[in-house]
T-cell receptor
Framework: DARVTQTPRHKVTEMGQEVTMRCQPI?????VFWYRQTMMQGLELLAY????????DSGMPKDRFSAEMPDATLATLKIQPSEPRDSAVYFCASGLLAGGPTDTQYFGPGTRLTVL | AQKITQTQPGMFVQEKEAVTLDCTYD???????LFWYKQPSSGEMIFLIY??????QNATEGRYSLNFQKARKSANLVISASQLGDSAMYFC????????????FGTGTRLTIIP
């Protein structure tokens, strides 16, 4: 049963510290997404990659957030420096997507980030 | 701009009864996809079902079916014979008209199944 994996599952850090979240997409999937979920904003798309190339990061605060895919089995989301307003659950999702309207994304378990 | 509306913040349903979770959407594009995801208390997002805008028949996946009414722009999720394990948040989502892989999510409905 192939699944998206994310590490760490929980992270508590202090304001100003660097945070790195990792995602292993389902083997063979060509598209990887990063989402953020908060009570106030719901689910927001931060960035996504197709075949490791960034396609859209318009949802991501550029000054402190960065997303990369060093290889096909690893995606990273980094926050530097972190702020309390970054506290949220960060989801990675992947899919074998052809760009059609019925492409399906599969989500990982999320990383719950708390910035004190 | 696209919009997904889920008007039921919470629902309580007796076990074994059928449940309908409402979802309406707004788009001017003729080609789109509609999705439902389940988020149990553990936090993961589980894909349940999708419907393409050109699909003639309503999608079904086991106990889940999607009541797609295109003229009304609604895509309600129907869960038959509800179980305690169905208690969760349910999100409706729609694909972007141009960048189809981008999803817009509704605010969700919290479903509680009562024994």
């Amino acid at each position: 049963d192939a699944r998206v994996t994310q590490t760490p599952r929980h992270k508590v850090t202090e304001m100003g510290q660097e945070v790195t979240m990792r995602c292993q997409p389902i083997l063979g999937h060509n598209t990887v997404f990063w989402y953020r979920q908060t009570m106030m904003q719901g689910l927001e798309l931060l960035a996504y990659f197709r075949n490791r190339a960034p396609l859209d990061d318009s949802g991501m605060p550029k000054d402190r957030f960065s997303a990369e895919m060093p290889d096909a089995t690893l995606a990273t989301l980094k926050i530097q420096p972190s702020e309390p307003r970054d506290s949220a659950v960060y989801f990675c999702a992947s899919g074998l997507l052809a760009g059609g309207p019925t492409d399906t994304q599969y989500f990982g378990p999320g990383t719950r980030l708390t910035v004190l | 701009a696209q919009k997904i509306t889920q008007t039921q913040p919470g629902m309580f349903v007796q076990e074994k009864e059928a449940v309908t979770l409402d979802c309406t959407y707004d788009t001017s594009d003729p080609s789109y996809g509609l999705f439902w995801y389940k988020q149990p208390s553990s936090g993961e997002m589980i894909f349940l079902i999708y419907q393409g805008s050109y699909d003639q028949q309503n999608a079904t996946e086991g106990r889940y079916s999607l009541n797609f009414q295109k003229a009304r722009k609604s895509a309600n999720l129907v869960i038959s014979a509800s179980q305690l394990g169905d208690s969760a948040m349910y999100f409706c989502a729609m694909s972007h008209p141009i960048r189809n892989e981008k999803l817009t999510f509704g605010t969700g409905t919290r479903l509680t199944i009562i024994p």
